[in-house]
Nanobody, 120 residues
């Protein structure tokens, strides 16, 4: 059975850092993405990484967040630095057997989400 399990969320003060991890099991994936959703807002793209290690980021997190992957562990990471209160959201990882994308509907599998709260 395919599973994606996120970890690493929590409460942090503005300016602090967190590292999220998403461990995949059940199959091998070509691409991963990170998305987030705050209460009352639509789910938005954060970052993606493909098999070639090509990456893309939302403008709101560019130069602060870094996505990476460890193929030996079937795990994708999101290093979040210089966190701001507006980064507060539930963060979801997603996986695809095909290509990286900024579109949520291009991913076949999703994790359950992990809460990130940034205090001002």
């Amino acid at each position: 059975q395919v599973q994606l399990v996120e970890s690493g969320g929590g409460l942090v003060q503005a300016g602090g850092s967190l590292r999220l991890a998403c461990a995949a099991s059940g199959r091998t994936f070509s691409a991963y993405g990170w998305f987030r959703q705050a209460p009352g807002k639509e789910r938005e793209f954060v970052a993606t990484i493909g098999a070639s290690v090509t990456t893309a980021y939302a403008d709101s997190v560019k130069d602060r967040f870094t996505i990476s992957r460890d193929n030996a562990k079937n795990t994708v990471y999101l290093q979040m630095n210089s966190l701001k209160p507006e980064d507060t959201a539930v963060y979801y990882c997603a996986a695809s057997a095909l290509f990286p994308s900024v579109r949520a509907n291009r991913y076949e599998y999703w994790g359950q989400g992990t809460q990130v709260t940034v205090s001002s």
